[in-house]
């Protein structure tokens, strides 16, 4: 699977941004989405994930009720909305999927792509 995230940029605090990540190169319904970000000088943290049926989702405490992942599986693609952001939002945000289950583990995503960059300024 090949990976590729857009939609992010500079916005204000409380503003929103919808993140995309198109996939390619396979069967897009049998894989689990999920969306990461690393904040300079910080590891890379587990945001939200998807199931492939999208009827299973899980976020991260500090995005929880603010950010909504979706996806569509005839568009090969996968969202996130991101409302209400602060500076601690800032990072870069990548998209990654797997095999089977849903799971916040960095190391079971097999793919991902190349990473978008959000900040938010105060």
């Known amino acids: 699977v090949q990976l590729q995230a857009s939609g992010g940029g500079l916005v204000q605090a409380g503003g929103s941004l919808r993140l995309s990540c198109a996939a390619s190169?396979?069967?897009?319904?049998?894989?689990?989405m999920g969306w990461f970000r690393q904040a300079t000088g910080k590891e890379r943290e587990f945001v939200t994930a998807?199931?492939?049926?999208?009827?299973?989702?899980y976020y991260a405490d500090p995005v929880k009720d603010r950010f909504t992942i979706s996806r569509d599986n005839a568009k090969n693609a996968a969202y996130l909305q991101m409302n209400r952001l602060t500076p601690d939002d800032t990072a870069v945000y990548y998209c990654?999927?797997?095999?089977?289950?849903?799971?916040?583990?960095?190391?079971?995503?097999?793919?991902w792509g190349q990473g978008t960059q959000v900040t938010v300024s105060s």
């Open positions: 990654a999927a797997k095999q089977g289950a849903l799971t916040t583990r960095e190391s079971r995503y097999e793919h």
């Open positions: 190169g396979r069967t897009f319904n049998s894989i689990t």
């Open positions: 998807i199931s492939w049926s999208g009827d299973i989702t």
